[in-house]
């Protein structure tokens, strides 16, 4: 697979915070967030049950340059996806996250769907211009095994 193939692949992007941190969100604190950014954004939240979610989810749109995204958000555990999502749009995220959600000094952690397949640990985000973020999430997805 060229690196213009790769750069092209949508998968599930999963962020959460450092093992042992929280990041202390809440569904009211990440919808405000949302709509600081859209005000016409959806938002939706569905108290669980049956199936593989357990627990309260969050449903959200959010427009990521040019591609417009589906997420979920989780207060337990903790975390923020992206759906179909290119290493591009990921990182454009994560930028938008370490501004407008994460608190300041925390840390990221990251997977994708086909991470969590291949069982690879979750990695630290790394604090980088965006090209190199995008070189990172890209350098995953070929650790992940899963593009013969």
Request: proline share 5%.
């Amino acid at each position: 697979m060229d690196a213009s193939e790769l750069a092209e692949l949508r998968t599930t992007y999963v962020f959460g915070p450092a093992e042992g941190s929280t990041w202390g969100l809440t569904y009211e604190g990440i919808e405000a967030k949302l709509r600081e950014r859209e005000t016409d954004t959806f938002v939706r939240i569905d108290e669980g049950g049956e199936g593989p979610v357990r627990g309260s989810v969050m449903h959200f749109g959010i427009t990521v340059g040019e591609d417009e995204l589906e997420g979920m958000a989780k207060l337990s555990p903790e975390g923020i996806a992206v759906e179909e999502c290119t290493a591009q749009a990921a990182a454009e995220f994560v930028k938008w996250l370490w501004g407008s959600v994460v608190p300041d000094g925390s840390s990221i952690t990251f997977s994708t769907e086909w991470g969590l397949e291949a069982d690879l640990p979750d990695a630290l985000v790394p604090d980088l211009p965006r090209p190199r973020l995008v070189a990172t999430f890209l350098a995953h997805l070929e650790a992940t095994g899963g593009l013969d």
